[in-house]
């Protein structure tokens, strides 16, 4: 039968006809920024009455609230989607600065809300809980509502929102400037000399040829250095402002913001970090081993993610996507469809070409119910793992599709764990699949990098992270400086087992730069190892799971993830026991890896 070719660019018109023209996007913009105002003035007149609220206005605000709640994420995820598609869009970057105006607005009449949902008698405020209006997203209400009494006064907070956009926000956007800017330089096998973006030198860093990966790093290494005391301004500018907001609400932790964001304890955090280095010592075995293979005394960075074997020939874009979906159907029925209409209706950029931005991601707009997934895709495969991975999201926002806005606002980790779960299927069932021993390893061994990236990769990023907040506090921190947090870092994170190292990791990830979500590293690592744990359930529970994990991902916005854990699989996170089971995994993955390439 002849495979279906599937279109390797995205669709975006038919959400908003026009691109960055769009006159229907405007038009969305303006009825957003209208409904804004006038709940603000509904709240502010509130405020100045200073009495308690009646349970009719609680509900009409929460309504108005969450209506542009949603029209807000979706217009976001538009601009996004702008940006990446071709960084130099100017008139895609005035959208972005004027999503970003509207969006403070929108905050400062959530502060105001937020007054509001204060100010209502304790018991009053229960009864309100019970309605029809309210029940459904208690939790997130009660959230709000407990984080409001941590923060400062509502006009202070609304200020230092409103100031934000064009100092907080604003040094976040110049990463976009930054990665723009660059030029890598490369040599074509023709000899042609060649400047290519971010994206397509990334790509290179992971190809099968080592003289190749060597280069590209050397030249990656190179222009990030160029580009490394701008970076540093910017970071330091960002960890500044944060560190001066969390000075004035009291805030002695610069951990409380993301574990409060992630709805997870610090016990949580600690005890799966300690399952995490108990388990370091497998991946540092399968690291050495790897270096064997490939006939090295030590890894470098840009081989830990090389491939290894014959069977890594390239794979099309819809070969890879025929194989994704054929791996979804053995769990799920419906992620397999959902993802079939992903792939036919273009909700995919998957082209390798000029002015994109690097790295990838899935957005949600969730008023038209679907959603949209950007990568570079090249064939590796490491680009299909991305590919199911981003599907991950996307059918974790189709699952919440027409819950009400606030309870389809779920946090990062657990974002992740749907994500990697996807990942999981594709990459055990593929292995499963594969009758060749060598298509196996390699399957085996791309599964065994991921590990990697979330035990070692990831939790370097997090020790950098937390050591440069330290060393902020009492003042600039140089690029020289950053760059030596960055290797020790990674030393310790990858237990000493790499030899050339990256330097200035932390000038090229856009995750140091994003300023919606501080420390954008621990909420990948629990991810993974969530879904691990509920991975290793759905293969003893079968086909059956499904249907219960579909479940849980709808929760996942109206609870904290030690709740979720506890109705949906019955487990404790905050001791380690569940997190050892997952490593387990891991390490059982390290086991075969061994045995497979003993001779």
């Not at 970071?235 to 610069?254: C, H």
């Amino acid at each position: 039968m002849e495979q279906t070719v599937y279109p390797e660019r995205w669709n975006l018109d038919s959400l908003y006809a026009g691109g960055s023209k769009s006159a229907a996007f405007a038009s969305e913009l303006a009825g957003m920024e209208t409904d804004i105002d006038a709940v603000t003035k509904q709240l502010k007149q509130a405020s100045s009455v200073q009495d308690a609220p009646s349970k009719e206005e609680l509900s009409s605000w929460t309504a108005q609230i969450q209506s542009v709640l949603i029209r807000l994420r979706q217009t976001e995820s538009f601009v996004s989607c702008l940006l990446a598609q071709q960084m130099k869009d100017t008139a895609a970057i005035e959208l972005n600065d004027k999503v970003k105006t509207i969006a403070a607005k929108f905050n400062s009449a959530l502060t105001l809300f937020d007054e509001q949902l204060m100010q209502a008698a304790d018991g009053a405020w229960e009864e309100w809980l019970q309605t029809e209006e309210a029940s459904p997203v208690a939790f997130v209400l009660r959230e709000r509502r407990a984080t409001a009494k941590e923060k400062l006064a509502p006009a202070m907070e609304a200020l230092a929102g409103e100031l934000a956009v064009d100092g907080y926000h604003g040094w976040g956007d110049f990463y976009n400037t930054i990665v723009s800017r660059t030029r890598f330089r490369w040599t074509a096998e023709d000899g042609t000399e060649q400047l290519l973006s971010a994206g397509q030198m990334h790509n290179k860093l992971s190809d099968g040829n080592r003289e190749v990966r060597a280069a590209a790093f050397a030249e990656w290494e190179r222009e990030w250095g160029e580009q490394a005391e701008l970076c540093a301004e910017v970071l330091n500018r960002l960890a500044g402002f944060r560190l001066k907001w969390y000075e004035k609400r009291g805030w002695p932790s610069v951990m409380k913001e993301p574990l409060q964001m992630n709805r997870m304890s610090e016990a949580t955090l600690a005890a799966m970090w300690k399952a995490v280095e108990e388990g370091k010592p497998a991946l540092v075995r399968y690291l050495e081993r790897k270096a064997q293979l490939l006939g090295v005394e030590k890894l470098d960075w840009h081989d830990v993610e090389a491939p290894i074997g014959t069977a890594a020939s390239t794979v099309p874009y819809s070969e890879g996507a025929a194989f994704i979906m054929e791996q979804f159907r053995r769990f799920s029925a419906k992620l397999a469809d959902f993802s079939a209409v992903a792939f036919r209706d273009g909700w995919i950029e998957a082209e390798d070409r000029p002015g994109k931005r690097p790295g990838g991601f899935c957005t949600a707009f969730p008023l038209s119910n679907q959603t949209r997934i950007f990568m570079t895709y090249s064939g590796t495969a490491s680009n299909v793992s991305t590919l199911a991975h981003e599907l991950g999201h996307a059918y974790h926002q189709h699952v919440m599709d027409g819950m009400p806005p606030f309870a389809q606002e779920y946090a990062m980790n657990v974002a992740e764990t749907a994500s990697t779960f996807a990942e999981l299927i594709v990459s055990d069932s593929a292995m499963v699949a594969a009758a060749d021993p060598q298509e196996r390893l390699v399957l085996l061994e791309d599964k065994l990098q991921r590990s990697t990236a979330f035990f070692m990769n990831i939790h370097a990023r997090y020790l950098f992270e937390r050591r440069f907040y330290e060393q902020r506090r009492n003042g600039m921190v140089d690029h020289e400086q950053l760059c030596k947090l960055m290797e020790e870092a990674q030393r310790e994170a990858f237990c000493g087992v790499l030899g050339d190292i990256h330097p200035h990791f932390w000038a090229s990830k856009l995750h140091f730069y994003l300023t919606d979500v501080p420390f954008y590293n621990f909420p990948y690592t629990f991810g993974f190892l969530f879904s691990s744990g509920i991975y290793a359930i759905a293969k003893r529970e079968g086909a059956g799971f499904s249907e219960r994990y579909d479940a849980l991902l709808r929760d996942t916005g109206i609870m904290t993830v030690e709740e979720l854990a506890e109705k949906h699989l019955g487990v404790r996170l905050d001791e380690p026991e569940f997190w050892r089971g997952a490593v387990a995994l891991m390490a059982e993955d390290v086991e075969v890896f061994l045995q497979m390439t003993d001779k």
